[in-house]
Structure formats: structure tokens, C-alpha cells
């Protein structure tokens, strides 16, 4: 069953119709690597590849980095100046639960099958809102502080094999339809260790310590930058 739920996961996000297609020239260490296109879902996830076209026009993605390599996917800083909008991402939070009902995602299946192009709208990885005393207009107040960055709904992750774990915290907006060869120069580079196993990592991410959610930001990080040197919308 897990077997026929994957497929029929994957199947759904291969039949999904192509609406626009955007590239990302993409350089390592200084050196061009190559060409990713993506074919963008408008129709399914009109939020989300609207949003990913608006940041592949301009100076959105162009410029910045990629971040995380781990086995299963590459994730793409996004813009950071960007803030949060909770409109925003919650509509792509919407869309992302609505993709999983219908295409099955969960129960052994994954919208994030190989090749899946999805924008980051949740951080499973965050710690719970910490209660802080603080003063307000003369009065004590407890109010609730988040430690670590939320999503801003700019970054992206390109699944490099099928990775039901981006299920609940990506929304699939395309597919790369040309240079997963160039994602799996990406997916090779060396990283920085993870070190979430260690027992004093654990200990400081339960209790919220900042140095533990600043420290997890550099996991899996690349050595050598891994740059998206031009982006944009090719024509049909």
C-alpha cells in the first residue's frame, strides 16, 4: 500500500499541467554549473508559483545561495530582507494541505517525489514560542517569544529523491522538467556535519537556548557557495 500511495503521489505531480517555466542559472564555487528549469503548477498552486515567478524576476533569487544540502534535497536561502506575511503564507500554507488531500501526500506517499520544486512555508525544526516577562506602559505583561526564524514563504527546496518529511512544511509549486543533472552537482558538495544527534544539542533545543537554533542554521551547510547567478521566466 505504502508502495502504491508513493506512486500514486508521484503519478499526480507528473500529470499536473505546466503553466509557466522558470530558470536558475546556477554557479558552485565560482564556476558555472549548469541550468535548472522549472515548470510551474498555476493552475494547482496558483499562490505559490505566483509567488515563485514574482522572486524569479528581478533581483528575487538572483545573487543568493544555496544553503542545506541533506540526502533527500537542496534548499535555496530565499530573500531574508523579505518579512513576514501572514496572509501570505498562509495561503500558501492552504495550498499546501489542499495538494496533500488531493494528491494523496501522507500514508506512504509524498507530493515531494524526485525532481519536486516546493517553497518553504513552515520550520517543523522550531522550538514552541517561549513565555518572557516584559514591561509595558509601566505594567508587567507575559508575552510569547519565538526562538529562531519563521519561514518567510521565499525559501525553496528541490527534492533530489522522494522526501515525504517536506510534506508538512512544503508546498510543491513545480517540477524541474530540465538539470536535475545540475541538482545532483548541488546535492555532492560537502557540508558542514550535522550534529542535531549529540545529547548537549538536544538538551539546549529543548529548553529554547539560541545558541542551539543558531548553531542548526549552519548544519548542512555548504563549504563551497553554491550561487544562483541569473534567474527568470522563460517563454512558452
Known amino acids: 500500500r505504502a508502495q502504491e500511495a508513493a506512486a500514486a503521489a ?10 509557466a517555466k522558470a530558470f536558475l ?10 541550468r535548472i528549469t522549472v515548470g510551474l503548477f498555476g493552475d494547482a498552486a496558483p499562490a505559490g508559483a505566483a509567488r515563485f515567478l514574482s522572486l524569479a524576476t528581478g533581483v528575487g533569487y538572483r545573487r543568493k545561495e544555496f544553503v542545506k544540502v541533506v540526502p533527500g534535497y537542496v534548499q535555496h536561502a530565499g530573500v531574508v530582507s523579505y518579512p513576514v506575511i501572514p496572509a501570505v503564507t498562509d495561503r500558501l500554507a492552504a495550498e499546501m494541505e489542499a495538494a496533500r488531500a488531493r494528491c494523496g501526500g501522507g500514508a506512504g506517499g509524498t507530493m515531494n517525489a524526485a525532481g519536486a520544486v516546493s517553497i518553504v512555508v513552515r520550520d517543523p525544526s522550531l522550538p ?4 518572557k516577562l516584559v514591561a509595558r506602559g509601566g505594567r508587567l505583561k507575559i508575552e510569547e517569544e519565538q526562538v529562531g526564524v519563521v519561514p518567510n514563504g521565499t525559501e ?10 517536506l510534506d508538512a512544511s512544503a508546498l510543491v509549486v513545480g517540477r524541474v522538467v530540465a538539470g536535475m543533472d545540475v541538482v545532483g552537482r548541488i546535492a555532492a558538495v560537502a557540508t558542514v556535519k550535522d550534529n542535531t544527534g549529540s545529547a548537549y544539542f538536544k538538551v539546549a ?23 544562483v547567478t541569473n534567474c527568470g521566466i522563460l517563454e512558452q
Open 128 to 131: 514552541p514560542p517561549k513565555p
Open 156 to 165: 525553496f527546496v528541490i527534492a533530489t529523491r522522494d522526501s515525504p518529511e
Open 205 to 227: 533545543k529543548l529548553i529554547g537556548d539560541k545558541r542551539a537554533v543558531v548553531a542548526e542554521r549552519g548544519f548542512n551547510r555548504p563549504y563551497t557557495k553554491i550561487l
Open 25 to 34: 542559472d546556477v554557479s558552485i564555487g565560482g564556476e558555472p554549473a549548469g
Open 10 to 19: 508521484s503519478a499526480c505531480i507528473d500529470e499536473l499541467p505546466i503553466t
